[in-house]
């Protein structure tokens, strides 16, 4: 046999030897290849995150009070009766709530939030108003925003389900009162002044009405 010949066999077996020796080390793949097994640990963990967030906090409570709070327990109490009930949606519609009554207020237009307002509420404000005509005084105000928004505090009677919501507002606005001869007594319309009211807000929860009413106020 000459030389080539044996070199090319000699060639042959190392390459022969070679891949042999990488189909030991990699391993052979034959058609569809399956995910690796290291992802199932991945999807199982991904059900049981899902188990968590259903049979877990209800957000729309957590975001507005502490989870282990009586406040919770209450809200949750609230949510039993009434299931479509949105501490959210309530939270924002007393930030809206504030503005319409306190400018209403300011202005004297008492007939546009009186739907809103107890009837205590309502005559106490009805009282101040008659007052501030009677001595020829008058508010020019503008609203100018909320600053601070916090449920503070929620009561709830089962028996009756009777609803209490209280809320912390900081707002902003620029008051000036004038007198009769329409000179400025009090303030300064360039001036923004912080206002802190703290009010109470009641329903009686489960009732096809979904209006809530301001029963208390407090500065």
């Known amino acids: 046999m000459n030389e080539p010949m044996i070199q090319l066999l000699v060639l042959a077996g190392i390459a022969i030897f070679l891949i042999l020796r990488l189909k030991s080390v990699l391993g052979s793949r034959e058609g569809f290849e399956k995910p690796p097994v290291q992802q199932q640990p991945e999807a199982h963990k991904s059900r049981r995150d899902f188990e968590v967030i259903e049979g877990g906090p209800d957000h729309d409570i957590t975001d507005h009070v502490a989870e282990d709070s009586e406040q919770a327990q209450t809200l949750t109490a609230m949510k039993r009766v009434e299931p479509g009930f949105s501490v959210t949606e309530f939270v924002q519609g007393a930030r809206g709530a504030y503005e319409m009554i306190v400018m209403g207020f300011e202005k004297g237009n008492l007939d546009e939030i009186q739907p809103f307002l107890s009837e205590e ?38 028996d009756s389900n009777q609803a209490e919501i209280t809320m912390k507002f900081v707002g902003e606005l620029t008051s000036v009162v004038r007198d009769r001869g329409g000179d400025i007594i009090e303030g300064n319309p360039n001036t923004v002044k912080r206002q802190k009211d703290s009010w109470t807000f009641a329903r009686v929860m489960g009732k096809d009405d979904p209006n809530w009413l301001l029963v208390a106020t407090d500065a």
């Open 121 to 158: 509420v309502f005559d106490t404000f009805v009282s101040v108003v008659s007052d501030r005509e009677d001595q020829g005084l008058s508010i020019e105000a503008e609203f100018i925003g909320v600053r601070e928004t916090t449920l503070a505090d929620v009561k709830f009677d089962k």
